[in-house]
């Protein structure tokens, strides 16, 4: 008798990846889950303390080393070694923005079929970010590892584990959405620079900030689904987790632009271009 072997659930994968260490096999990883996407089931009603999941995660490599975001050196984008520095800045929030979005998708149950398969999506396009930016790294003589680098990005991660919704608020609407606002003025000062090397970083930035637009409107549309579901307004419940978690002073100047195109309403751009 023929057996039918049973498909691979898509959250566990999912946190198989995260697991790995090495950025080579999480990036393989992560693009092989978006490819196979179709092949898998999502147990959407599982429990997050289904997974055997280990207490240090994500998978981190050895290097760089991680510091705080005070501690951590500025250099000149005008010397090569500046720009290699500037580039490994960008590959590390890449790289924790992987494990981000992986994370979203074990971590959290009871969510509609679509929403893991747009984490499985937003992941698979940070994987790709951050090849790009390590390739071009490696063109300049270094490496993933070779600076040291702050934790930012995933210490709000793990401080709204515990609920979906101050997930969705503050990290893809807050963390990941200042990289629209910061991307635009790095792409300014790198033109300045005006070698060859600066003009890709350029390029790749292109690329990252069309992704990211979409990642946040990813994150907008979960919450205000979340929103809706719960019974809460959008806005003065953004305001009381932003306070609740501690989530960063906003900085300007907004890119209204791309905040729009992400899917923020004018109300809520009249009240950030007030904060920033």
Same mark, same amino acid.
């Given at each position: 008798?023929?057996?039918?072997?049973?498909?691979?659930?898509?959250?566990?994968?999912?946190?198989?990846?995260l697991?790995?260490?090495?950025?080579?096999?999480?990036?393989?990883?992560?693009?092989?889950?978006?490819?196979?996407?179709?092949?898998?089931?999502?147990?959407?009603?599982?429990?997050?303390?289904? #997974?055997?999941?280990?207490?240090?995660?994500?998978?981190?490599?050895?290097?760089?080393? @991680?510091?705080?975001?005070?501690?951590?050196?500025?250099?000149?984008? #005008?010397?090569?070694?500046?720009?290699a520095?500037?580039?490994?800045?960008?590959?590390?929030?890449? #790289?924790?923005?992987?494990?981000?979005?992986?994370?979203?998708?074990? %971590?959290?149950?009871?969510?509609?079929?679509?929403?893991? !398969?747009?984490? @499985?999506? *937003?992941?698979?396009?940070?994987?790709?970010?951050?090849?790009l930016?390590?390739?071009?790294?490696?063109?300049?003589?270094?490496?993933?590892?070779?600076?040291?680098?702050?934790?930012g990005?995933?210490?709000?991660?793990?401080?709204?584990?515990?609920?979906? !919704?101050?997930?969705?608020?503050?990290?893809?609407?807050?963390?990941?959405? %200042?990289?629209?606002?910061?991307?635009?003025?790095?792409?300014?000062?790198?033109?300045? *620079?005006g070698?060859?090397?600066?003009?890709?970083?350029?390029?790749?930035?292109?690329?990252?900030? %069309?992704?990211?637009?979409?990642? *946040?409107?990813?994150?907008?549309?979960?919450?205000?689904?979340?929103?809706d579901?719960?019974?809460?307004e959008?806005?003065?419940?953004?305001?009381?987790?932003?306070?609740?978690?501690?989530?960063?002073? @906003?900085?300007?100047?907004?890119?209204?632009?791309?905040? %729009?195109?992400?899917? #923020?309403?004018?109300?809520?751009?009249?009240l950030?271009?007030?904060?920033?």
């Amino acid at each position: 008798m023929t057996t039918i072997a049973p498909k691979l659930e898509l959250r566990q994968q999912a946190l198989a990846a995260l697991m790995a260490s090495n950025p080579d096999k999480k990036v393989a990883l992560t693009q092989c889950l978006r490819a196979q996407a179709a092949t898998f089931f999502i147990a959407t009603d599982t429990p997050q303390a289904h #997974f055997q999941a280990p207490e240090d995660l994500p998978g981190c490599p050895a290097r760089p080393e @991680l510091r705080s975001h005070l501690d951590v050196p500025k250099r000149s984008p #005008f010397t090569t070694e500046g720009l290699a520095a500037l580039i490994h800045a960008v590959s590390h929030i890449e #790289f924790n923005a992987i494990n981000l979005a992986l994370d979203a998708i074990w %971590r959290f149950s009871d969510m509609p079929q679509a929403y893991y !398969l747009d984490w @499985l999506r *937003v992941a698979d396009e940070e994987a790709l970010h951050f090849s790009l930016l390590r390739t071009h790294l490696q063109s300049l003589g270094y490496d993933y590892g070779d600076f040291p680098a702050h934790t930012g990005l995933w210490d709000m991660t793990e401080k709204t584990s515990s609920d979906v !919704l101050a997930r969705m608020a503050l990290v893809p609407r807050t963390l990941e959405a %200042r990289g629209l606002d910061a991307t635009p003025p790095m792409q300014a000062k790198l033109r300045r *620079v005006g070698t060859p090397e600066a003009l890709r970083a350029v390029d790749i930035l292109d690329i990252i900030l %069309r992704d990211e637009i979409g990642h *946040v409107a990813i994150g907008n549309h979960w919450y205000r689904f979340l929103c809706d579901q719960r019974a809460l307004e959008p806005l003065a419940t953004y305001a009381a987790l932003a306070s609740q978690y501690g989530a960063p002073r @906003l900085k300007g100047p907004l890119n209204l632009s791309a905040r %729009r195109d992400a899917g #923020f309403d004018a109300a809520e751009l009249a009240l950030l271009s007030q904060q920033a």
